[in-house]
C-alpha cells in the first residue's frame, strides 16, 4: 500500500512532522492491517517495529504478581515503541490490539536512523512520550482514588476518542481485566451507567448515549491528559 503525506495521515505524530521530517521515515513505513489481539510490543523482549496507529486503538498492559492491568491506550494520536525513542530496546509491558484498525510500522533500525538526523523529528515523538507518560500518571490516580464506576467511565471516553463509532465491542471479562477489578464490579458499574442514561450495553456491546454526562461522572479521572495532548499537538 502507498505511503501517505503527512498532511494525509490520520496519526497525529506524522501528520504534523514537517516534509523534511517526514522524508526520513516515508521510504521505510509500510502501512499494515492490525487485527483484534495481534502483539506489537512483548515484555522483555526486544522490540523490532513501531506502529504509527492510524484507527483501532491498542492497550498497553503490565503484570505483576500474576495479575494484569491497563496503564494506557494508543489510537491514531499516538505510536507504540517509547521504549525506542527513550534509546531502550525493550518493555516490562505488553502492547497489544484491543479495536481492530491500521496503521503505518517502521523497523525499530530504520526509526533510530532518523532520530539521528533530526532532531525536531526526535523532538515530535518525545511530546507524544510526554502525553502518553500524562496519561498513565492520570491511570494511576484513577486506579488509586476513582471508584469503578468512575474509572470505566473514563475508559469509555479514551476509547471513545480513538473510533468513530459511538458502539465499542467488549466484554465484562475484558473490562475486569483492564480496569483490575473483579468482573462483578464491572458489572455493577456499568449496570450503573445504564440506569443513568449514560450508555446502553448488551450482548458485548457498549453504545454511548450520552458522553457529556459520562464526563461528569468520571468526576474528574478524565480531561486532563486529554488537555495536556490538545495542547502539545493542537
Given at each position: 500500500?502507498?505511503?501517505?503525506?503527512?498532511?494525509?495521515?490520520?496519526?497525529?505524530?506524522?501528520?504534523?512532522?514537517?516534509?523534511?521530517?517526514?522524508?526520513?521515515?516515508?521510504?521505510?513505513?509500510?502501512?499494515?492491517?492490525?487485527?483484534?489481539?495481534?502483539?506489537?510490543?512483548?515484555?522483555k523482549r526486544p522490540i523490532d517495529y513501531v506502529y504509527f496507529m492510524e484507527?483501532?486503538?491498542?492497550?498497553?498492559?503490565?503484570?505483576?504478581?500474576?495479575?494484569?492491568?491497563?496503564?494506557?491506550?494508543?489510537?491514531?494520536?499516538?505510536?507504540?515503541?517509547?521504549?525506542?525513542?527513550?534509546?531502550?530496546?525493550?518493555?516490562?509491558?505488553?502492547?497489544?490490539?484491543?479495536?481492530?484498525?491500521?496503521?503505518?510500522?517502521?523497523?525499530?533500525?530504520?526509526?533510530?536512523?532518523?532520530?539521528?538526523?533530526?532532531?525536531?523529528?526526535?523532538?515530535?515523538?518525545?511530546?507524544?512520550?510526554?502525553?502518553?507518560m500524562t496519561q498513565m500518571t492520570y491511570t494511576a490516580i484513577s486506579n488509586?482514588?476513582?471508584?469503578?464506576?468512575?474509572?470505566?467511565?473514563?475508559?469509555?471516553?479514551?476509547?471513545?476518542?480513538?473510533?468513530?463509532?459511538?458502539?465499542?465491542?467488549?466484554?465484562?471479562?475484558?473490562?475486569?481485566?483492564?480496569?483490575?477489578?473483579?468482573?462483578?464490579?464491572?458489572?455493577?458499574?456499568?449496570?450503573?451507567?445504564?440506569?443513568?442514561?449514560?450508555?446502553?450495553?448488551?450482548?458485548?456491546?457498549?453504545?454511548?448515549?450520552?458522553?457529556?454526562?459520562?464526563?461528569?461522572?468520571?468526576?474528574?479521572?478524565?480531561?486532563?491528559?486529554?488537555?495536556?495532548?490538545?495542547?502539545?499537538?493542537?
Amino acid at each position: 500500500m502507498p505511503t501517505k503525506s503527512p498532511l494525509e495521515s490520520s496519526n497525529r505524530i506524522l501528520a504534523r512532522l514537517s516534509p523534511s521530517d517526514f522524508a526520513l521515515v516515508a521510504p521505510h513505513l509500510k502501512q499494515v492491517k492490525l487485527p483484534l489481539r495481534k502483539q506489537l510490543e512483548t515484555r522483555k523482549r526486544p522490540i523490532d517495529y513501531v506502529y504509527f496507529m492510524e484507527s483501532g486503538f491498542a492497550s498497553v498492559v503490565a503484570n505483576g504478581s500474576g495479575r494484569t492491568i491497563e496503564v494506557g491506550l494508543i489510537g491514531r494520536e499516538g505510536m507504540t515503541g517509547l521504549a525506542v525513542i527513550m534509546g531502550a530496546d525493550r518493555t516490562i509491558s505488553d502492547t497489544f490490539i484491543q479495536n481492530a484498525g491500521t496503521g503505518s510500522r517502521i523497523t525499530t533500525a530504520q526509526l533510530r536512523q532518523a532520530l539521528e538526523k533530526s532532531r525536531t523529528l526526535q523532538g515530535a515523538c518525545l511530546l507524544y512520550a510526554h502525553a502518553f507518560m500524562t496519561q498513565m500518571t492520570y491511570t494511576a490516580i484513577s486506579n488509586g482514588r476513582s471508584k469503578i464506576e468512575e474509572r470505566l467511565a473514563r475508559w469509555i471516553l479514551m476509547a471513545h476518542d480513538r473510533l468513530e463509532t459511538d458502539e465499542l465491542v467488549l466484554t465484562h471479562e475484558f473490562l475486569s481485566m483492564m480496569l483490575g477489578v473483579r468482573r462483578a464490579g464491572v458489572t455493577v458499574a456499568l449496570h450503573l451507567l445504564v440506569r443513568a442514561g449514560l450508555i446502553q450495553a448488551q450482548r458485548g456491546i457498549i453504545t454511548i448515549t450520552d458522553r457529556k454526562g459520562l464526563e461528569e461522572i468520571s468526576n474528574g479521572a478524565y480531561g486532563v491528559p486529554e488537555a495536556e495532548f490538545r495542547r502539545l499537538f493542537g
